[in-house]
């Protein structure tokens, strides 16, 4: 099978080790290791130590019961048999689609949104139709659009909430509405759900409120540890059990130490999620401030979500002012076009303070010199 180039990492893969100040990342602030124990007030040394005496082995395929216990408790109503572990979202997405998505089967995919979503059932031999999301209803789709979509031969509605890039976010008075549009056709809901949003407390995953709701989630974007590379899947018991067959033909385990270091933050997400909210309110100020200052700059401000999708009044393709600014400016976004939307640049608004400050000026400067 073959696949398109997947726009965004194509971008960040050739830029963003030679950027002065990345604001593309949409990751909430990475932790050191350092910072994660301090956070959880783990003593380091007791840490090491356990670790040294670790046996290298597989350890437990779908992740430890401490990992399970420690995911689970981040919804309402999963158990730790409804829980497996993948390596990041992206391997938890490719899992569930190779899983259920056949040759001829229908997807509704929400558009633009993480190419993974809709490119993997292309790839597959699915029939997609892309439900577009609309600028004009703060960036979400219209549930009346969908309903024109879904049909009997339907399999799977694929979302991303919050969405990326715009921050976008699915509440849960919209997800029970398309929840009836999908049971009027019988329809999994794939749900990338790597994306919180802040303005309420604890995670709303698609499995707590559908049977045939599949939950997707790492620590890589909302719990800002992307370097463990682990992620997991939320589903009924019936659907782990069809997935797991999958999964031993794209992962055997995520590894011994990065499941003890995944466990021990999950176990601490409060800790880092009180963390996270504080940056992602202070760090939204600071971006809203600037594009109320800036008359080249508009935005629908995301729903308290570490992406934001900023429209700009550059002159042309907006990938040619994208490189100008990195060039000129030693500043990284992503351009719109990566997600087929032109005249707007994706920003990781949840980096560090200073970064995010220095970027925004400079691209200021670059909107006010470009021509």
Same mark, same amino acid.
């Given at each position: ?27 909430? *602030? *990475?932790? %050191? ?16 130590? $356990?670790? $040294? ?7 437990? !395929? ?9 995911? %689970? ?26 899983? =259920? ?95 919180? *949003? ?10 707590? @409120? ?27 018991? %019936?659907?782990?059990? !069809? ?19 995944? %466990? ?7 800790? !880092? @999620? ?6 992602? *309110? ?29 429209? =700009? ?41 200073? !970064? @995010? ?9 670059? @909107?006010?010199?470009?021509?």
């Amino acid at each position: 099978m073959k696949l398109p180039i997947f726009g965004v990492e194509e971008w960040l893969n050739e830029n963003e080790k030679s950027a002065k100040y990345d604001i593309a990342g949409a990751s909430i *602030s *990475s932790l %050191s290791l350092r910072e994660l124990f301090e956070l959880t007030g783990t003593d380091a040394d007791e840490f090491y130590q $356990m670790l $040294m005496d670790k046996t290298l082995d597989y350890g437990w !395929i779908e992740g430890s019961p401490q990992f399970k216990q420690a995911v %689970s408790t981040l919804y309402q109503h999963q158990r730790p048999a409804n829980i497996l572990q993948s390596n990041g979202a992206t391997g938890a997405n490719l899992t569930v689609l190779y899983a =259920l998505v056949e040759p001829g089967d229908h997807i509704v995919a929400h558009y633009p949104s993480y190419q993974q979503l809709y490119d993997l059932p292309l790839s597959m031999g699915a029939h997609v139709d892309y439900w577009q999301i609309k600028e004009a209803n703060n960036w979400l789709p219209d549930l009346d659009e969908l309903r024109q979509l879904v049909g009997p031969k339907t399999k799977l509605i694929a979302i991303n909430n919050a969405n990326n890039p715009t921050g976008a976010y699915m509440d849960e008075d919209y997800l029970l509405e398309l929840i009836s549009i999908a049971r009027s056709c019988d329809a999994y809901i794939l749900a990338d759900e790597v994306y919180h *949003s802040f303005n309420q407390p604890a995670l709303l995953g698609i499995a707590d @409120l559908y049977d045939k709701g599949i939950s997707v989630n790492s620590l890589s974007k909302t719990f800002s540890l992307p370097g463990l590379r682990v992620g997991w899947i939320a589903a009924a018991e %019936s659907l782990c059990e !069809i997935i797991k067959n999958y999964r031993d033909y794209t992962m055997i385990c995520a590894g011994v130490f990065d499941d003890t270091v995944a %466990s021990l933050a999950l176990s601490n997400a409060d800790k !880092i @999620l009180r963390r996270n909210e504080k940056i992602v *309110s202070e760090n939204l100020s600071i971006l809203e401030n600037w594009v109320n200052q800036e008359e080249k700059a508009s935005l629908i401000p995301p729903k308290n979500v570490s992406t934001a999708f900023v429209k =700009l009044d550059s002159n042309g393709p907006i990938e040619d002012f994208c490189r100008y600014l990195l060039s000129e400016y030693g500043t990284l976004v992503v351009p719109g076009n990566r997600f087929n939307k032109e005249s707007y640049v994706r920003i990781g608004y949840t980096c560090n303070k200073d !970064i @995010l400050v220095a970027g925004l000026n400079c691209l200021s400067q670059a @909107l006010n010199s470009y021509h």
